[in-house]
């Protein structure tokens, strides 16, 4: 592993890694896993290969707010670019695992049910044990831990800013549970209809894109409307604390974003 980054060796290993996790979720018959690791193997090839340049000039194009003040419409910018490139892979994954959906049966999905289950309690464990001072302790932390990952050491006004915004989301524990519960049923129910119907594989494909879709934009307006809200509060927040950042915080952040980018190129080398 010398000078290999975690994330060239964890891309690398993309395809085993991402099947150990779905054979856990799903526990797959023996004809399941050959199709499963086939078409993971086939997303990992198609996303080097037509994703990962694309990324490389995404990343290029951040170092220029990350060194000077940023405006919230560049970050919703970058988010907006960042999400395209997310809807690109989910359609070559949804059409990858449209074959394999067709083959599951009442077994895997049993088992699917009940491993969120045991996630979602871990979940819950999380986000809402204790009391409102509590939770919005654990919040903090967790913030401030990701930024600090990117700018180094945050500063007192820095970490009392994040609280501030954090007060002020409309985000709750209790919505978070919801929404995680409502995408979960979603999933459940289209594997469902998918696996104990004929239809085709574009039929399959379509209904598990729909998903991604759903997943993405609830259907009820008040619960669209909090995402979009959740949303435009991300693009604010971040531009907010970059531009109270020191001129050596920002040199890290644009020196992580540059790293992130030869780690790219280094992948894309035969």
């Known amino acids: ?41 086939q997303l990992h090839q198609w996303h080097r290969r ?35 490139r997310m809807d690109r892979l989910m359609r070559e994954a949804v059409r990858q695992a449209a074959p394999v959906a067709l083959l599951l049966g009442p077994r895997q999905l049993s088992h699917m049910a009940r491993q969120w289950d045991k996630k979602n309690e871990d979940w819950e464990k999380d986000w809402l044990r204790g009391d409102d001072q509590a939770r919005m ?12 990952d990117f700018y180094g050491t945050l500063s007192a006004e820095q970490t009392a800013l994040i609280r501030t915004q954090l007060a002020q989301s409309p985000w709750t524990a209790e919505w978070g549970r ?6 979960q049923k979603d999933l459940l129910a289209t594997l469902q209809r998918v ?19 759903r997943w993405l934009k609830p259907s009820d307006p008040v619960g669209a409307a909090l995402m979009q809200a959740m949303s435009q509060q991300a693009c604010n927040n ?14 890290r952040a644009t020196r992580r974003i540059r790293a992130y980018e030869r780690d790219l190129r280094d992948l894309l080398l035969p």
Request: hydrophobic letters at 35%; glycine letters at 4%.
């Open 195 to 213: 696996s104990q119907s004929q239809m085709s594989v574009a039929q399959a494909e379509a209904e598990l894109w729909g998903v991604w879709q």
């Open 1 to 41: 592993m010398q000078g290999c980054s975690a994330i060239k060796l964890g891309y690398q290993q993309l395809p085993t890694l991402s099947y150990w996790w779905l054979d856990s979720t799903v526990s797959f018959s023996s004809e399941q896993s050959v199709r499963a690791k086939e078409a993971l193997e």
């Open 50 to 84: 037509e994703e990962l340049p694309r990324y490389v000039s995404f990343l290029q194009n951040q170092t220029q707010w990350s060194q000077n003040a940023a405006e919230p419409v560049q970050l919703c910018n970058a988010f907006a670019e960042a999400q395209n």
């Open 238 to 251: 971040l531009s907010q604390l970059h531009n109270i950042t020191t001129a050596e915080q920002r040199q």
């Open 137 to 148: 302790e654990r919040r903090v932390e967790r913030v401030t831990g990701r930024y600090s």
């Open 178 to 183: 919801q929404d995680r519960q409502r995408r």
